[in-house]
């Protein structure tokens, strides 16, 4: 016999965990299917896990209302209030304040396995939510009516409409032929966790140069000893040598290429270098079927927004459905799921053009572009209207369209 649902979301990373709370606070019965155990083996500071996300304010505003920020232990969560942003090959140079800019901080970093954590803790109270964890789908059949599956367990799920979880990689978005529009960033980015010589004063520091593009991300101290979290981006070849050196070698490189506003003093999580690509499905849904956060989209982390751009898919979808509950409609009918695409694809495409700009801009050296680049910063720096701006769409508190 079928379990009846009324979703089944395929992935428990953080976009398809945080769909399940708050649909499932809406009254819908989930399944939840993920090949992960769901037990996140955290490391302990001053140790961090080397993959972290800088979290907006209105990201965090969706997870405290899903209940699971709450849960995030306090000694795992460094705030930023600040950010400076510097060309290496340059005088340009830019600095953000949350105070100058009315919010109360620009965001919080948080490591991802400490936030899937809270997030699956949550999920373990919902009498609404059933987790398959360990578990794939192994068959699935879509229709306007609705959506049967077989899992690799032998389980049989029944749903009015399944929600693609599943990360960049996405099997449910390539087995239901989405197309996607996707190109190579030229760019590996080295991520990692170090301790340094002094306190990072909550600022985010992100450098543009001959080195690369890279930031150091505030994360909380221990004992006096200072830490942050690194994404170096850089291309394919550079990241190779960058992964071979020892890491007293790697840790001078860094200083260099922070302009020594920090020494390096340790590496505290392993370096791991992730290939960079852009991806996006030109449609997010099909009769029966909706993509979510890296399912449907990839964009560069320079400015730290690919999960937050997945919470916005979320906050849109669960909108949608919920109100397509109330009035009593079919949740996989494409009617229905075309309206969480016509809410997010114009906002996700145009932050992935202008990441592409960045991209282009801040990762070249060639000399006029470095000249043009550095007086557009001077100029930016000087104008807060439109810093304001920036920092208001970073935050999730303003939209392109
Ligand atoms: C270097 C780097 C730095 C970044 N920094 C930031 C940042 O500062 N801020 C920010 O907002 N974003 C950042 N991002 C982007 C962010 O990490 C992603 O957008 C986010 O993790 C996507 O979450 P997701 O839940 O969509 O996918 P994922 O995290 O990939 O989760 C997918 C889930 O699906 C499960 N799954 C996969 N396949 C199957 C299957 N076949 N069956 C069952 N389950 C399956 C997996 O086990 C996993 O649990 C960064 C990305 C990179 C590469």
């Not at 852009?278 to 909706?290: F, P």
């Amino acid at each position: 016999m079928a379990k009846q649902y009324d979703l089944i979301i395929v992935g428990a990373g953080m976009v398809g965990s945080l769909a399940a709370l708050l649909l499932a606070d809406s009254s819908l019965r989930i399944a939840l299917v993920d090949k992960h155990s769901g037990d996140y083996v955290l490391s302990t500071p001053p140790s961090y896990d080397a993959r972290v996300s800088a979290i907006s304010c209105q990201s965090k505003a969706l997870l405290e209302s899903a209940g699971a920020w709450q849960k995030i232990p306090k000694e795992r969560l460094a705030v930023y209030n600040n950010m400076v942003v510097w060309d290496g090959l340059g005088e340009g140079y830019i600095d953000f304040n949350a105070r100058k800019t009315n919010l109360p901080e620009l965001g919080h970093l948080v490591e991802n396995a400490v936030l899937c954590d809270s997030l699956m803790a949550e999920m373990r109270l919902s009498s609404n939510i059933d987790l398959y964890l360990a578990d794939e789908l192994e068959t699935h059949e879509l229709s306007e009516s609705g959506v049967k599956a077989t899992l690799l367990s032998g389980q049989q799920l029944e749903a009015q409409a399944i929600i693609a979880a599943d990360g960049a990689l996405s099997k449910l978005r390539t087995h239901n032929a989405f197309d996607t529009i996707e190109w190579d960033y030229g760019h590996h980015a080295i991520v990692s966790t170090i301790e340094v010589d002094k306190e990072h004063e909550n600022t985010a520091w992100q450098s543009f140069g001959e080195e690369g593009v890279l930031a150091f991300l505030p994360l909380p101290s221990v004992d006096d000893r200072h830490f942050v979290s690194i994404v170096w981006s850089v291309p394919p070849k550079d990241a190779e040598q960058l992964m071979m050196l020892d890491d007293q070698a790697f840790c001078e490189r860094l200083g260099y290429a922070i302009s020594h506003r920090f020494t390096v003093l340790d590496i505290a999580t392993k370096r791991q270098s992730i290939p960079l690509r852009q991806r996006h499905a030109k449609q997010y849904v099909k009769a029966g079927i909706a993509l979510i956060g890296d399912a449907a989209h990839t964009i560069h982390p320079l400015a730290g927004q690919g999960a937050n751009l997945g919470f916005g898919d979320v906050k849109a979808l669960v909108d949608v459905l919920a109100k397509a509950h109330r009035r009593g409609e079919t949740l996989g009918a494409s009617k229905v799921l075309r309206r969480y695409q016509r809410a997010r694809m114009l906002d996700n495409i145009a932050m992935a053009a202008g990441m592409e700009g960045f991209k282009r801009l801040f990762g070249s050296q060639q000399p006029l572009l470095v000249q043009l680049r550095n007086s557009g910063m001077a100029h930016f720096h000087q104008s807060t209207q439109l810093k304001e701006k920036l920092v208001a769409r970073a935050a999730g508190l303003s939209s392109f369209s």
